[in-house]
């Protein structure tokens, strides 16, 4: 089978910016070749069964030379595999996207160009900068700040100032000394608004305002770090009346998130909605059962009539059950069968499923699910318990205080430790890369204690979903807080009263 490339943008760094087409292909790829600029809320995004190339590049410092990235895309193409080249941006603004192409279409080999949200417009927008507006200008222009080591600086400055537009000058940092003195030589007014727009759409975003004549010296005292941006034009006067990104709850906020990766788009969603940036961590990951003959059988009495209660104790208890009902039947083989689950994620699950719970605890706990439950079960009743194969005792053991009540607890998957193979969470917690991390369970606070290795926990502020949660967190050192219900709503608002604390 014929391999085939897609050139994807990524956009400059919020993972909400990767375009529908972008987050498609990537799902698919048997491999990814991503670059330094490639956001890590997007590697969050590349599947566990693809292989992840880094292939850094920043400005005076590669990873992998031009040739020999091509040379990758063609290798690994030529194994019939889909590969999928991961730029920061847009491929074609000043990504060299061309250039990788030109080996590719040589060789006959099949691509796809997948264009990104490029920084050049998206970084002054989330700084409220609108690169056009009717009243100040009639175009922008889009030049690279940078030059090759043996070149001299070539730009036509005389033909920029006379356009009167918006200009945004592109990996320009280096060369802003240069870029000003340009401007200023060719006529531009030295008090012409102007930005440099640091590490845009993350939490780490910084603008610096100010005139086109003090620009060089402002900048010299804010030590200015890379990637940035330069903007010059009468639009960045704007900026202070159309700012709105940092006025989000938790701007500023880096957030790692640690579910596994099929529950975690709707806690990712919440927060980045709220403004933090998310780095989809997923600390574990859940293995159906495929040997057990025991739960296959206790499937079968489902139809039969040979349970009363359906006991769930997580969202992908229900899921991995479901998939495994369906192997022998269909959705009436639970007729008869009332249903308990242990919160309000389990819950939506079943919904999916067309099922609704008839008991939910008023804590979302085992021990408080199986102590409420208890109470209302008739003796002689029999409950199924799909669940992980290392359960809450307590769950059980508040069952089996219920006269005549027969239990079947049954494991019908396994939780296992899972590590990002492009993030190092290690790293990420000794460089203080993270301003907190949210854990939704005990299990997930040691799928991220096993990723990190050895490591000063005390440095995770963690904000987590109940207390057996907290509890897991803080035996390994990390200040905590908790969530006033085990809910991703309160655990989110939890979260923005944590970041408001400091």
């Excluded at 941006?229 to 009346?241: D, F, K, N, P």
Aim: with cysteine; charged share 25%.
């Amino acid at each position: 089978m014929q391999g085939k490339v897609w050139l994807v943008g990524a956009g400059p760094g919020d993972a909400g910016l990767l375009t529908l087409k972008g987050k498609e292909v990537l799902e698919k790829a048997d491999v990814v070749v991503y670059d330094a600029l490639v956001g890590q809320g997007v590697l969050g995004l590349i599947p566990d069964s693809a292989k992840a190339v880094y292939v850094g590049k920043r400005s005076g410092n590669h990873a992998l030379p031009q040739m020999e990235i091509n040379r990758v895309l063609l290798d690994e193409a030529g194994k019939g595999r889909r590969v999928v080249r991961l730029k920061g941006g847009d491929p074609f603004v000043f990504g060299r996207g061309g250039e990788e192409l030109e080996l590719l279409a040589e060789q006959d080999i099949p691509f796809e160009i997948v264009p990104g949200v490029t920084s050049a417009f998206a970084v002054p927008a989330y700084n409220g900068i609108p690169v056009t507006h009717r009243d100040f200008c009639s175009s922008v222009h889009i030049i690279t700040g940078h030059r090759r080591s043996d070149h001299t600086y070539d730009i036509d400055f005389d033909a920029l100032v006379r356009t009167k537009g918006t200009l945004v000058f592109l990996m320009g940092i280096a060369a802003l000394p240069d870029i000003c003195r340009g401007l200023l030589k060719a006529g531009m007014d030295k008090e012409m608004p102007a930005a440099v727009l640091e590490k845009g759409t993350t939490a780490a975003q910084r603008r610096i305002l100010a005139p086109l004549g003090t620009l060089e010296e402002v900048c010299g005292r804010e030590e200015i770090a890379t990637p940035a941006i330069i903007v010059v034009g009468r639009v960045c006067g704007l900026s202070e009346r159309f700012r709105w990104y940092e006025k989000k709850p938790l701007f500023g906020v880096k957030v790692a998130v640690t579910r596994p990766k099929e529950l975690i788009s709707e806690l990712a969603d919440m927060l980045r909605q709220k403004g933090a940036e998310v780095l989809e961590l997923p600390a574990i990951r859940t293995e159906p059962v495929t040997d057990s003959e025991e739960l296959d059988e206790s499937i079968g009495r489902l139809g039969d009539g040979g349970y009363d209660w359906l006991v769930f104790t997580s969202p992908s208890g229900v899921r991995i059950f479901m998939e495994r009902l369906f192997l022998r039947g269909d959705i009436r083989m639970l007729g008869g069968v009332r249903i308990a689950a242990l919160g309000q994620g389990t819950k939506k699950v079943l919904a999916r499923y067309g099922l609704k719970a008839d008991f939910i605890p008023s804590v979302y706990d085992g021990e408080t699910l199986g102590r409420e439950l208890a109470r209302i079960l008739e003796s002689g009743s029999r409950v199924l318990i799909p669940r992980a194969a290392v359960g809450n005792r307590e769950l059980v053991e508040e069952l089996e205080r219920a006269e005549g009540v027969q239990i079947t607890d049954l494991a019908a998957y396994h939780t296992l430790y899972t590590a990002s193979q492009t993030v190092d969470t290690k790293e990420i917690i000794e460089k203080d890369e993270i301003d907190f991390a949210v854990f939704t369970s005990a299990s997930t606070v040691k799928g991220f204690a096993e990723s990190a290795g050895d490591t000063d926990f005390s440095r995770v502020k963690a904000v987590c979903i109940g207390k057996q949660t907290q509890a897991a967190a803080e035996r390994i050192g990390m200040r905590t807080w908790t969530a006033e219900k085990a809910t991703l709503e309160s655990l989110t608002e939890r979260l923005i009263e944590a970041a408001a604390e400091g």
